[in-house]
Nanobody, 117 residues
Framework: QVQLQESGPGLVKSSQTLSLTCTVS??????????WAWVRQPPGKGLEWIGY???????KYNPSLKDRTSISRDTFKNQLTLQLRSVTPEDTAVYYC?????????WGQGTQVTVSS
């Protein structure tokens, strides 16, 4: 059973870079044809897909965020990293990492990130 755990600062100042880590256990991020995604949910709104890094290291981003987003991985630590640059209060949300294996079948518990103005 794969498990995902997000970690990172809960408070970021406007214009700074938000950096989050997702630690994956119980499965390799390079195995199978899996896509490892970051998703967020702003307060009172629905889920928003941020992007993914695939089993082969390729990435794809939400067009509305791609100019500010980088997703990378550490295959030795089995971790994913999200960086979102030049944040504003509109980036305040609960951030999740998830595995997409023909659908999102595993999720982290999420981590609240608040951007202060």
């Amino acid at each position: 059973q794969v498990q995902l755990q997000e970690s990172g600062p809960g408070l970021v100042k406007s214009s700074q870079t938000l950096s989050l880590t997702c630690t994956v256990s119980g499965g390799s991020i390079t195995a199978n044809v899996d896509f490892w995604a970051w998703v967020r949910q702003p307060p009172g709104k629905g889920l928003e897909w941020i992007g993914y890094i695939a089993y082969d290291g390729s990435t794809k981003y939400n067009p509305s965020l791609k100019d500010r987003t980088s997703i990378s991985r550490d295959t030795f630590k089995n971790q994913l990293t999200l960086q979102l640059r030049s944040v504003t209060p509109e980036d305040t949300a609960v951030y999740y990492c998830a595995r997409d294996r023909e659908g999102y079948d595993s999720w982290g518990q999420g981590t609240q990130v608040t951007v202060s103005s």
